[in-house]
């Protein structure tokens, strides 16, 4: 007969496989104790006397109550009822009470312990502390709280300044039409009278009022983008586009501009806005001419979750340190009277384009010039 050596490695592997097991409770972050059902600690790991601060001569032969924050003293023993009856308790979150009295945001799994036949002696218990991850789970959530409320906040106040904006314009309206027309009126009627100082007197007046008309008007517009602005719907660009063109036919005819476009995308929007987003470009484009008549170019082309435009142009150009004010309000590169304008346009260009939820930039043309560029995000057509 073979020689009966299996009991011994057998023994041999229990052995190993327990003194792995102890390895691990010692070296584990987590807090690992033993209890029998009444309470009574039986074994207390380095992890735990880390989290809990009792060393484990201090605690084993203790009661796990002794852990059990001022409002939960029974919780500990529900537990362990429930353990005692077979139950397992895992990821269990709740509060325990250190030694020097601090409460711990602690995650509990505990298991019955049971003996050789199955009978259930006692519990183990698994607790990891995540009191840092749940004050930083806490801070963040502030943080986004208080990110909400200002952005509320920024977007109230800024609803507000557009509403003040809307009706100081709307109500300066009047009054400055009443002095351009009364200083035409002066003019008219007794320029004849007056002398020569007077008469360029009323002139730069005249000016002025015109001006602060033009001003008042923009300031208008610019506010009322806004209030204006429309559902986006699926549209055909290059339709849109071919109303800009309409509008400029004037000003095209007068300076004997070009322009050409590449095929342009159906895309959602808000037509009249993407309107007067093109018909602002190109008006520019013609305006800000070089010594050539203005030649224009329309392309588009997709750019992963975007639409991007450029309208590219013959003309004067940017100068790059200029390349970001110019998309503020009432922002200008050159003195009044070299052209026409009060330096709007872009401004409303820059809102109709964020309110689609996209960018608006410019850069210099490919063959001189300027080429300004704007994103329009891709999104899915409502369904009709
Ligand atoms: P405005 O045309 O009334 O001056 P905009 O806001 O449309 O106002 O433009 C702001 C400034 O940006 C212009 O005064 C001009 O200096 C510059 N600009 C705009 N478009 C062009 C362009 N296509 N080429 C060169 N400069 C431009």
Redesign the pocket.
Known sequence: MAPAVRPKTARAEDVASLQLLAALVESSNDAIISKDLDGTITSWNPAAEWIYGYTDSEIVGRSITLLAPPDRPDEILGILRRVAAGERVDHFETQRRRKDGTLLDVSLSVSPIRDADGKVIGASVIGRDFTAAKRAEEALRKAVEELRERTEQLVRSNTELQRFAYVASHDLQEPARTVASYCGLLEQRYGGQLDETAREWIGHATAGAQRMRALIS?LLEYSQVEFRAEPLIAVESNAVLDVALKNLQTTIEETQAVVTRDPLPRLIADPPRLMQLFQ??I???T??RGELPPRVHVMAERRGHEWRFT?S?N????DPR?REK??E??????PQGY???????????KRIVEQHGGRIW?EAGSGG??A?CFSIPIRMEPQT
């Open positions: 923009d602002n470009l008006g520019n484009a305006k800000f309208v142009d003309g004067i150009g940017i200029h110019i998309f309000a009432f922002r200008r590169l050159h052209y026409p304008g009060t330096g709007i346009g872009l401004a409303i260009c410019v010039g300027s300004f």
